[in-house]
């Protein structure tokens, strides 16, 4: 059974995908390919999320694990910050504050 509701999910992904795209294209960037041009957060579960994103022409599929277990939906607001923050170190970007 799955730990996060499909309403959750649903609503972490609507608010990923309205408010934070420049955050999913960061996240596709960095841990998928440097030249991505679009991304899209797809799923998420207790182990990581999953985004899909177009790098040259071509759509392709990224899961990135949390960095832990989580079973709270606090904590999914928690992993992305830290997703974010671990992209942003990897391509050098100053990340915004939180």
């Given at each position: ?93 100053e990340p915004r504050p939180h």
């Amino acid at each position: 059974m799955p730990v996060f509701s499909p309403e959750v999910v649903a609503a972490v992904l609507h608010h990923m995908n309205d408010d934070h795209r420049d955050d999913n294209l960061l996240i596709a960037r960095a841990f998928g390919d440097r030249n991505a041009d679009a991304a899209t957060m797809v799923d998420l579960d207790e182990h990581g999320g999953r985004w899909t994103y177009t790098a040259a022409g071509e759509k392709r599929e990224l899961s990135v694990p949390w960095s832990t277990t989580i079973d709270e939906r606090p904590e999914i607001r928690r992993e992305i910050v830290v997703l974010y923050d671990r992209a942003c170190a990897e391509l050098g970007v100053e990340p915004r504050p939180h």
